[in-house]
Structures are given as C-alpha cells and as structure tokens.
C-alpha cells in the first residue's frame, strides 16, 4: 500500500500544529489523514478529534491526551504508540487498542 501525502501530513512531519490546527478550521469535512504514515511525530497539540486516519501508520506516536473520540481509524496500526490519556471512538473496543499497541494489529470497529 502507497503512503498518501498531503498538506496536513506535511504539517504534522514538521511538528506545525498552529497551520494545522488553523487550516482544520476551515474545513467542512474531516481531516484526511488517510493512508499517512505519522509514525514517531508528538501529534499531542493537534485536533485529531475528527480525522481520518484509516489505514494510517501511528507507530511510536505520541497521542498522550488526544482526542480521537470521533476520529476514523479504521485499519489504523497505533503499534507501542503512547496513548495514556487518550480518547478512542466508542465503536473501538479496548482489546482492539490493547492489540494494535502491543502487536500492531490494524484497528477493527466493533458492528
């Protein structure tokens, strides 16, 4: 699977939470996320709460207090991720968060 890229990938790779944070204001829709490798980034001071991170590489991310509860993750990988404080979408049981963290099993959404 290809790697997607896109202005707001750019702006987490380069840690610029301001020009994403201020740019996501302008959005009618979720953040597109999808397909993104966001592995080993502090993505704590980013509004992630909407985004799409399906298929999304999160491995050693830092996402301590984040707010995640309406985010799509979906096939997400959050692979030894820190995740303390986190807030995961209802439909995204602890077991799943446990195995993708522990195993880098891809997150499946509870039906």
């Known amino acids: 699977m290809e790697?997607?890229?896109n202005k707001f990938h750019a702006?987490?790779?380069d840690e610029e939470?301001?020009?994403f944070n201020s740019e996501l204001k302008t959005l009618t829709e979720p953040v597109d996320l999808e397909s993104c490798?966001?592995?080993?980034l502090d993505l704590r001071k980013f509004n992630l709460?909407?985004?799409n991170l399906k298929n999304s590489y999160l491995k050693m991310a830092d996402l301590r207090g984040a707010d995640l509860s309406e985010a799509y993750l979906e096939g997400?990988?959050?692979n030894r991720a820190h995740i303390s404080g986190a807030y995961f979408p209802k439909n995204v049981?602890?077991?799943?968060?446990?195995?993708?963290v522990?195993?880098?099993t891809r997150i499946r959404y509870t039906r």
Do not use: C, P, V, W
Request: hydrophobic content about 35%; charged content about 35%; overall charge neutral.
């Open 3 to 5: 790697m997607r890229k």
């Open 11 to 13: 702006y987490a790779r």
């Open 17 to 19: 939470f301001e020009k």
């Open 37 to 40: 490798d966001l592995s080993n």
């Open 49 to 51: 709460k909407t985004a």
């Open 76 to 78: 997400a990988s959050i």
């Open 93 to 100: 049981s602890a077991e799943e968060i446990q195995l993708s």
């Open 102 to 104: 522990e195993h880098g």
